[in-house]
């Protein structure tokens, strides 16, 4: 199912990033509905990578957070111009930064299931670190390139 039927809105952004908290900040920018909720939405996404890394391999992270700001998770795709390091065995350079509803629990685990089931593609991944700019990683998104059956 495309993210855009999952979410509100998807965003997408080529990003200098010096690490991993301005990649956060950057992120939280993106995903407020206001501005008052941004500083919110950073500190829930830092809270998260608290707990443990989001990081789940092959350079990605899907760093989450609640909002109680929102009716409808929104999420952020950044590929980073140069790799940073967010806590896993390896430096991330695609970050897909995700916000939902506080009331979402279900919701929010079928999520970052999809979320991770689409960037565990090789052709996926490759496809947006080859991507020109954020209108190209959306189109990606929109219509991911899939690895062809055996």
């Known amino acids: 199912m495309p993210l855009n039927d999952l979410m509100a809105a998807v965003s997408t952004r080529v990003l ?14 993106m995903l407020a509905c206001r501005e008052a909720a941004e500083d919110a939405l950073f500190h829930s996404l830092r809270e998260r990578e608290s707990v443990g890394s989001t990081a789940i391999g092959h350079g990605i992270a899907i760093p989450h957070g609640r909002s109680s700001t929102l009716q409808r998770p929104r999420g952020v795709l950044l590929r980073l111009q140069r790799p940073v390091d967010f806590g896993g065995s390896e430096p991330v350079d695609l970050v897909f930064a995700m916000a939902v509803p506080e009331h979402y629990t279900h919701q929010h685990l079928m999520l970052l299931s999809e979320l991770a089931e689409i960037f565990s593609d ?3 991944r490759d496809a947006l670190r080859a ?11 929109d219509h991911p390139p899939r690895t062809p059956a055996p």
């Open 122 to 124: 090789a052709h996926v």
């Open 16 to 29: 200098a990033a010096a690490d991993r908290d301005s990649a956060l900040r950057a992120a939280a920018g």
């Open 131 to 141: 991507a020109a700019d954020g209108d190209a990683l959306k189109r990606i998104l």
